[in-house]
């Protein structure tokens, strides 16, 4: 297994230690005007499953990699997991309600896998769909607009024991679940995404081991990397086959990548962590296979490609969606595979909870890259950033710190959509503080404050900005 270490920095989802920052910011409010967005953005927040359902052994639901995971407290920051996380399963209907008083109109959650279907495949739990189709009945009679991705981490564990993601079997055990959902659901939503970010899940979960499954090891990742490339076109087949009129994406965790200087050396090592970061997934969608030019181990994927790959990897999605919380600055290093790191940000760097450095004008680069792609739409399915919030006497959480951030990114976002990429909605992450996999609980994205104790909800000062802005 490849040590840890070198992979903190890979995805959005993982934390670098978090640092202690003497950034004061100088916080001047900026006027974000949803009109210069147009009147047909989407504007809306995006959940996962594992991170807000709880309800983990409730009505049949079967065990999931993240259930199996976090039974060692150690394996979780702060020693907690994703049993009760926000008790969304329970709460969903004043959660929603509060979703439409702050003004949003759309609303991106998941659906977990293991509670619609326990084992994976055959047996249906229909207590699962059930509550499903209440929540997306709760949604349209409120007016959301529900978002439904059909996979964010939560793999059934039984499959896990098959495999999971390394074995080539889950192209037909997802396309069962996907036929599933869109068959059961599809009558009801439009805007369908594939898979959350295959690049972190597949690094954390089958190469470094940071995150459940806890693999390692090159043929691992590769193996996984090459059948959720499949399962990612496939699935957006399956919705287009089973969905009438629908729109339908994937999503990709993504950072800008520059070279700490100018010299060749410093170049190509910028580029070999913009092929793990950027490029990976989204390629082989586009029929241009997998960039193994600037980062040569990739070529040993070609073991698990078989001849009708080569076609069934390509997908003309209606949108892509782009993940974004930070920029990269790299360095040569001696990290194996990759021979690149990522430059620590500066000691007066401005820095979220997470150590991640606030980068407004990254949004704007990483959007402009992915925009050369051609593809028809551009969705920021997720951006926010997580501060150390106070809860002060008089019951009021002010994170000026987070709504100054927010105003950089969008203007940013504005910037871009104005200079010709076809950017057509933004997610904030995330509605409620959650579960965030292995950091536990502490990290707070919300713009509304959770209570774990009695899970109270307490809308944050960003909260009430979205609210204004988009009234
Ligand atoms: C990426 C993931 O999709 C989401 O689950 C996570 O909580 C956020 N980024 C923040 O790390």
Redesign the pocket.
Same mark, same amino acid.
Request: no cysteine; hydrophobic share 35%.
């Given at each position: 297994m490849i040590p840890l270490r070198f992979f903190r920095f890979i %995805?959005?989802?993982?934390a670098a230690n978090p640092i202690k920052t003497n950034f004061k910011s100088e916080i001047k409010e900026l006027n974000i005007d949803r009109k210069d967005f147009g009147h047909d953005f989407h504007w809306g927040v %995006?959940t996962?499953s594992y991170?807000i359902e709880g309800a983990w052994n409730t009505d049949g639901k079967g065990e999931s990699i993240w259930d199996r995971f976090t039974v060692n407290p150690k394996n979780v920051k702060d020693r907690t997991n994703g049993q009760v996380a926000t008790d969304f399963y329970n709460r969903y209907e004043s959660d929603l309600v509060l979703l439409k008083d702050l003004n949003f109109e759309n609303f991106r959650f998941s659906f977990s896998w293991p509670r619609i279907l326990p084992d994976g495949t055959g047996k249906v739990n229909e207590k699962g769909i059930g509550f499903y189709n209440r929540m997306i009945d709760k949604c349209l009679e409120l007016g959301i607009e529900p978002w439904a991705m059909l996979y964010?981490?939560d793999l059934p564990q039984k499959l896990e024991e098959l495999g999971g993601w390394t074995n080539r079997d889950i192209i037909g055990w997802f396309s069962e679940y996907a036929d599933l959902c869109t068959r059961r659901f599809g009558d009801r939503i439009q805007h369908w995404m594939v898979l959350?970010?295959p690049a972190?899940f597949t690094t954390l979960g089958y190469l470094s081991g940071m995150h459940a499954p806890q693999k390692g090891g090159i043929a691992k990742f590769l193996a996984a990397v090459h059948h959720a490339s499949l399962c990612q076109a496939e699935g957006g087949r399956i919705i287009r086959e089973n969905v009438k009129e629908s729109h339908i994406g994937t999503?990709f965790?993504c950072a800008y990548t520059e070279p700490q200087k100018r010299s060749g050396r410093y170049q190509r090592a910028s580029e070999r962590l913009d092929v793990m970061l950027n490029r990976l997934f989204i390629e082989p969608s586009l029929g241009m296979g997998y960039p193994y030019k600037e980062l040569p181990f990739i070529r040993k994927i070609d073991q698990f490609i078989q001849p009708e790959d080569v076609e069934n990897l390509k997908f003309d999605f209606d949108f892509i969606g782009i993940?974004n919380?930070f920029r990269i600055t790299s360095r040569p290093s001696l990290i194996p595979l990759i021979w690149a790191n990522r430059v620590k940000p500066s000691a007066n760097a401005e820095v979220t909870a997470?150590g991640w450095e606030v980068s407004p004008e990254g949004i704007y680069d990483i959007i402009m890259q992915f925009a050369k792609y051609g593809v028809k739409e551009i969705i920021v399915t997720?951006n926010?950033a997580?501060f150390h919030d106070h809860l002060k006497k008089n019951g009021k959480i002010h994170d000026r710190q987070r709504i100054h951030f927010y105003q950089r990114y969008l203007q940013n976002v504005l910037r871009a959509k104005n200079d010709g990429a076809p950017v057509t909605g933004y997610f904030a992450?995330?509605f409620v503080d959650?579960f965030?996999?292995d950091?536990g609980i502490r990290?707070r994205?919300g713009l509304v404050y959770n209570d774990f104790k009695t899970q109270k909800r307490i809308i944050k000062d960003s909260g009430f900005w979205f609210q204004e802005m988009l009234k």
């Open positions: %995805a959005g989802s993982v %995006a996962a991170q964010h981490w959350n970010e972190s999503t965790s993940q919380y997470m997720e926010g997580a992450w995330t959650n965030e996999w950091e990290p994205f």
